[in-house]
């Protein structure tokens, strides 16, 4: 009944909300009527992430500007529901609101998104909570049954749908682009050629990946630099992909697809790689990682991490760790050093590649939009907002900067056998 | 009195050793006979180090062999005094003894002590000391006054004194060695330059400089890249002729030095360097430092700080803090986002150059040995016997990991005028 009476809202905002975008008058009925005290909270809510230069505009057609300056988007609110889920939770009840069709952007969404990240921060939004929070885990431990559910939450959905919108090999983390207009295949190319020759991998070297993903890197280490690889993964589905394109390559001799947590690597290795799972490691389980590390390594074994972070302790947006990534927490790089500190791993080299990850995604999202129609008829129309909405909201977190990418490369403390400065990686 | 005594062991002592290193069997006096518990400690002691590769050699000409593999070389332990001083506070009392000659170093003094550090580290030693002290600062607060204390214990023994192993532009940090066998003044002018182009320096912008030094960096920046330069720092002497070279150069109207401490900063800058100052601010005054940084830096801002550091959270060694840098801690790089994510600074690079310092400490120590005459001129044969001990344990830490170099650049959060890659770092 519930139910129904928000169908009817929502078939009757529709009309409103467009009347309302073209400033039509039309009078709601009573019981839709907006209360002042409604428009006051969302007024406050606006102050409280530092006005940002939208227009809402409520289901009546009246609206309430953030800021004098020209507004980037309108966000229409479509019924009183949608309203109250905003003001109680501003960053759950967007996306929530957002996916039911109860709450729509008219405008950029994905400059609408910056916008509100940008003024926020600048506000000093979540602030306080984000320092509260910091020396706590966002989600519960990701025990290795917890780890797989989350996992398997998100990758194990259908390769198909991932072919829709990644690159041909598809690698499903940040791409480096050595120009800015580069085509996205030749990036990721160049990712997985960046991240070879920062390990510095000689042929007959072994490496061990954590987090393989659908084995992209792993059969590029294997190819083309003459490495034997053993690459963990817990998605069922990527596992499958990836032993078939080895076998498929002639190069299920020299890597080897296991199906487990990375806590239960087993071996010593030259080289560890790890390209997007820190991600959902979380925080506490950071010094686990690195004991795995430790165990792994060889003497004069050497390292990197490749990993969405944070310019400060924070937790996940709650919307995205609720419906896209269960469990997951981007590190700060303080955050990130309790993986190699306590062990005494010797960090050689950050790189930051933010804005690599904004032209990534406008490649993901770009090949989205345009597959729309297929991914309907895959799931339903739900799935293909909370999709959108995760991919232009990304794509609005690198831009802004409220989210980083970052590498990380180390070694074991007082190996010598370092590069003599990072000219080589620019070599032609 | 007692000194008189320990004059004349020092004699008698000097034969000894020389004949133990002979491996002599010349008979002790009584009074100087060494018990065998004596013996045994000094053997507890080696082992709780690790058994570094060493013979030590008694006043009796009686030796303890660290390991079975080939001694690196032999240290002599003069006296019962120096002995009991060694096992009591082997990291205080070797520096102690050895600028009083009372311990001495037959082979290299550098391979000997990173020997040490390499089996120090090896073996755990002080790992869990480095744990329980992490949270805690080593040295007591920095305040101001103490902060001008310390560096006027180090920077103002005369410029003449440092004139004689420093290169020419007086630079007294890491150089950056493009080629390992490139001159020192050309490795100092090319880190000069590297600090500049990661900078992203334009002319006409405002650079601050907290710890400049004797002003080669700030010269630089204006000289050859048109930019006005504040440059802070509470050496007398180092201000002093910072000026005089800003005079000489007609560079006056376009760098003011200023004597007063980094927290006492005024004004507003399009970027924020400190090269080798981190080092004396202490762990518990990051954040103060991150609010002068933020309180200074423009919109669009960046900045880079350069300093010692470590592997992980560690005091600095006694001796060191003690004789040569009171108040001084090198930070972890977890330690050193102290700095920068309180303010929602974005770390956009981090570079480890520890080998070139290494070979900058090379240089600076032959300099400095082919000095040593009129060092004891100027001073004493402790004072020489002092800072040769600091040279060549400096060399020692860096070849062997146990200090590292870091160079962190940084923007404000979600500026995106930053460089695509670093690839123009290192264009011809």
Redesign the interface.
């Given at each position: 009944m519930e139910q129904e009476r928000t169908q009817h809202h929502a078939g009757t905002v529709d009309a409103a909300a467009h009347s309302a975008a073209r400033a039509s008058a039309s009078r709601p009925t009573l019981g839709n009527k907006v209360f002042s005290a409604e428009k006051l909270l969302l007024a406050r809510m606006m102050e409280s992430m530092g006005n940002p230069p939208l227009d809402l505009v409520l289901w009546d057609g009246q609206a309430i500007a953030g800021t004098n300056s020209p507004p980037i988007a309108q966000v229409l609110i479509r019924d009183r529901g949608a309203l109250l889920k905003l003001i109680a939770n501003p960053e759950l009840g967007f996306g929530e609101m957002y996916v039911a069709e109860r709450i729509e952007v008219q405008g950029n969404l994905v400059d609408c998104l910056e916008a509100i990240y940008?003024s926020m921060?600048a506000s000093g939004h979540g602030q306080i909570a984000q320092k509260l929070l910091a020396p706590f885990s966002a989600a519960p431990r990701n025990t290795q049954p917890r780890a797989r559910r989350n996992i398997h939450h998100h990758y194990d959905i259908g390769n198909d749908f991932y072919k829709l919108w990644l690159d041909r090999n598809m690698v499903y983390t940040c791409a480096y682009?050595?120009?800015?207009d580069m085509a996205l295949e030749q990036a990721q190319a160049a990712k997985l050629d960046y991240v070879c020759r920062k390990l510095r991998l000689a042929p007959g070297e072994a490496v061990l990946e954590a987090g393989c993903g659908w084995g992209a890197l792993a059969l590029h280490m294997a190819k083309h630099y003459g490495v034997t690889v053993r690459a963990y993964n817990i998605s069922t589905e990527q596992i499958a992909y990836a032993r078939e394109r080895a076998l498929a390559e002639g190069l299920d001799g020299r890597v080897q697809f296991i199906e487990d947590d990375y806590r239960n690597v087993e071996g010593e290795f030259d080289a560890f790689v790890s390209v997007g799972m820190l991600e959902h490691v979380g925080i506490d389980q950071y010094q686990a990682l690195g004991a795995v590390i430790d165990r792994s390594l060889k003497d004069g074994g050497r390292g990197l991490v490749h990993t969405i972070g944070r310019?400060?302790?924070s937790p996940m947006t709650p919307w995205i760790e609720r419906n896209i990534f269960p469990g997951a927490c981007p590190p700060?790089?303080?955050q990130m050093?309790?993986i190699?500190?306590?062990f005494?791993?010797?960090?050689?080299?950050?790189?930051?590649l933010?804005?690599h990850y904004a032209t990534t995604l406008e490649h993901w999202l770009a090949r989205y939009e345009a597959n729309t129609e297929r991914v309907t008829q895959m799931f339903d129309p739900a799935f293909v907002r909370t999709w959108r909405l995760y991919l232009a909201g990304s794509l609005a977190a690198f831009?802004?900067?409220?989210m980083?990418l970052f590498q990380v490369c180390f070694n074991r403390?007082?190996?010598?056998r370092?590069p003599?400065?990072?000219?080589y990686?620019?070599?032609p």
């Open positions: 940008r921060r682009f050595p120009t800015p310019d400060r302790p700060s790089l303080s050093m309790q190699f500190e306590p005494g791993f010797s960090v050689l080299d950050v790189e930051n933010r804005l831009r802004s900067g409220d980083q403390s007082g190996e010598n370092i003599w400065t990072r000219q990686l620019y070599a």
